[in-house]
């Protein structure tokens, strides 16, 4: 595969700081490999390393062949954000989620002839849930003149944790040519190393081709970029990856895509999946170690494309010519974006006051940091030093941080702790980590925590999708407060069904929920199993939250006492202190948030 078209982007902040094209010399057509087989030539199949790693035996996925909506998570996968495409019939796309790559093909450096728009004419929301790029031709030359689209996603915070998973996917209806009218053709779903948006130059920042195609073969490569421009580790610019994989009707109706960055395995892997089947495994081993941690250990942003001519259509058979039709559509059903993380318990900083000391605009305050949504950002001042602050409301004992970057990240910064909000402890330094997912462990006890940042790595502020903080509430001056409730016994009014049962809620898995009828009232009890001092309550809500509702403790199951109580909650991940004594905690709902059940993914209950 030749370039897939590097042309550098600010992070995801408007065309009026751009740092300019960064053009790629395109490979020349005899020099194009088959995708993604390292030692390949262009008529052979994956090298050896590449076909044992593909038979690798892998976790298997369902198929979802045009889902009504977004599939749930898999199984030990949570939904970290999605798109259905359900805007109205010939709109073009939200522009604070996705952004236009729009230009002339020869500035992506891969030979293309199309000039991409962010006109409705190539991209549009058909208004029965897809997303519709859609390659159009005027005039007679078939070598000019050729119209499509390309977006891709202002976000680039989608990675895996160290030890987690990350999986991305989309149900795809590749353009429904032929090898006799689609020369030329070259559809790709893809993701970028966020790095590239603060200049660290392709393909060192890492590309992960998930679906491409060309000359409308009905196949599938998928692809790893990284190491140098030519040559180096990943045999550039034809990458290591799949070679070409048989892909039936992928012309005429919808398959599902994915790719999984693991990094919960040693070696770590990327493995790619067709329709819930893993076609191709890449593991760290079979590459420079340096060049994959630089390409593969970090976040990306995801792009869809439907391009027109370029080295690889050309490195089989070439196109487009006066056979090639116009009119060839790109859709996508949906895309989605699921993580598997370490196991650290609840967020404790989810939905807690947070403070900066300078926010670039109102779009990005510093809440937006503790949001539990990894799309928005907290981004300062253009200034060294910068610092964010996250209230937990009492003393915990913490033991671990994660910080998402954004491509704007700190290059140098520390973690402070304190009791007071006055005096501060550094309990971590990093001077100079390029990774912009940063987990370390920690053992304090604080209410407050604060990044506090002193060098950046780009020209922008510094910029924090997330800072989530993990650990137990400190009992005042004593010893920490006990978890009580993980593995007891609980029981609810009633259940949705029964993949979502009482025990879901405190089972440890934040992957897992209980979800009542949709009815009022509900509720939800704990036996933790003798009588305990009960001090806080963490209700770990999931969208159907409830609105109003009662903490209450009781000795024997049927006498019960109040120890909190609301009408005006929001839902979230919710910590609140009680006071109270029992064998029987409940939440009692009486008002929900939406027309749904109350659903609870943890509930637990905190005491000595």
């Known amino acids: 595969m030749s370039i897939r078209g590097k042309r550098l982007r600010p992070p995801g902040r408007g065309p009026v700081r751009r740092f300019g094209i960064g053009l790629l010399a395109a490979t020349a057509v005899a020099a194009v490999t088959l995708a993604g087989s390292a030692q390949a030539s262009a008529s052979g199949p994956a090298s050896a390393p590449a076909r044992a790693a593909a038979v690798q035996p892998a976790a298997a996925h369902p198929a979802a062949v045009k889902p009504a909506a977004v599939p749930a998570a898999p199984a030990g996968f949570t939904t970290t954000w999605s798109d259905d495409f359900n805007g109205a019939a010939n709109t073009g796309l939200n522009t604070d989620t996705w952004r236009y790559d729009a230009g002339a093909g020869w500035t992506f450096g891969t030979g293309e002839i199309e000039t991409m728009t962010n006109s409705t004419a190539n991209v549009y929301q058909d208004g029965s849930g897809h997303l519709v790029l859609k390659a159009l031709h005027t005039g007679t030359d078939p070598a000019a003149n050729w119209t499509s689209g390309r977006v891709e996603t202002q976000a680039d915070g989608f990675g895996a944790q160290p030890g987690g998973v990350v999986r991305m996917q989309a149900s795809i209806q590749q353009p429904n040519v032929t090898t006799a009218n689609g020369a030329g053709y070259w559809p790709a779903f893809w993701m970028l190393g966020s790095p590239l948006r603060v200049g660290v130059p392709w393909p060192g920042s890492g590309e992960v081709d998930i679906l491409e195609d060309i000359n409308g073969r009905s196949s599938v490569f998928g692809t790893l970029h990284c190491g140098v421009g030519s040559g180096g580790p990943c045999n550039e610019t034809s990458g290591v990856g799949s070679g070409e994989h048989a892909c039936s009707g992928c012309q005429t109706g919808?398959?599902?895509?994915?790719?999984?960055?693991?990094?919960?395995?040693?070696?770590?892997?990327?493995?790619?999946?067709?329709?819930?089947?893993?076609?191709?495994?890449?593991?760290?081993?079979q590459v420079d170690a340096a060049a994959w941690a630089n390409a593969v250990d970090h976040s990306f942003y995801i792009i869809f494309d439907l391009a027109i001519g370029g080295g690889f259509p050309a490195a089989f058979g070439g196109g487009p010519n006066a056979a090639t039709v116009s009119g060839g559509q790109m859709n996508i059903d949906y895309v989605a974006v699921y993580n598997k993380s370490p196991d650290h318990g609840t967020n404790i900083a989810k939905g807690k006051p947070t403070t900066s000391s300078s926010n670039e605009s109102a779009t990005f305050p510093a809440s937006n940091a503790t949001d539990g949504d990894i799309t928005t950002r907290w981004s300062s001042g253009f200034s060294d030093p910068q610092w964010l602050q996250v209230d937990l409301g009492q003393n915990y004992n913490v033991n671990h941080a994660t910080l998402t970057w954004e491509a704007a990240a700190a290059s140098a910064y520390q973690l402070q702790t304190s009791t007071d909000g006055t005096n501060w402890t550094t309990v971590y330094t990093n001077n100079n980590s390029p990774a912009d997912i940063q987990d370390t462990n920690l053992s304090v006890t604080a209410r407050y925590v604060r990044v506090y940042a002193t060098a950046r790595s780009s020209q922008y502020g510094d910029s924090l999708y997330e800072i989530a903080l993990f650990g137990?509430?400190?009992?005042?001056?004593?010893?920490?407060?006990?978890?009580?409730?993980?593995?007891?016994?609980?029981?609810?009014?009633?259940?949705?069904?029964?993949?979502?049962?009482?025990?879901?809620?405190?089972?440890?898995?934040?992957?897992?929920?209980?979800?009542?009828?949709?009815?009022?009232?509900?509720?939800?009890?704990?036996?933790?199993?003798?009588?305990?001092?009960?001090?806080q309550v963490v209700l770990n809500w999931e969208t159907a939250a409830g609105k109003a509702f009662q903490i209450q403790t009781s000795p024997d199951g049927a006498n019960w006492t109040t120890v909190y109580s609301t009408t005006t909650s929001t839902g979230g991940t919710q910590t609140i202190p009680v006071t109270g004594t029992g064998r029987y905690v409940r939440m009692n709902g009486t008002v929900r948030t939406t027309q749904y059940g109350y659903s609870l993914w943890e509930f637990q209950v905190y005491g000595t």
């Open 254 to 285: 919808y398959h599902t895509y994915a790719v999984e960055v693991d990094r919960s395995t040693s070696p770590e892997q990327i493995r790619w999946y067709l329709d819930g089947a893993n076609y191709f495994t890449l593991r760290s081993d």
């Open 472 to 535: 137990s509430p400190s009992s005042g001056g004593g010893g920490p407060a006990t978890l009580l409730s993980q593995g007891k016994t609980a029981t609810a009014s009633s259940t949705e069904n029964s993949g979502t049962p009482a025990s879901a809620a405190v089972d440890g898995n934040t992957g897992t929920r209980w979800s009542s009828a949709f009815s009022d009232p509900q509720w939800l009890q704990v036996d933790l199993g003798a009588s305990h001092s009960v001090s």
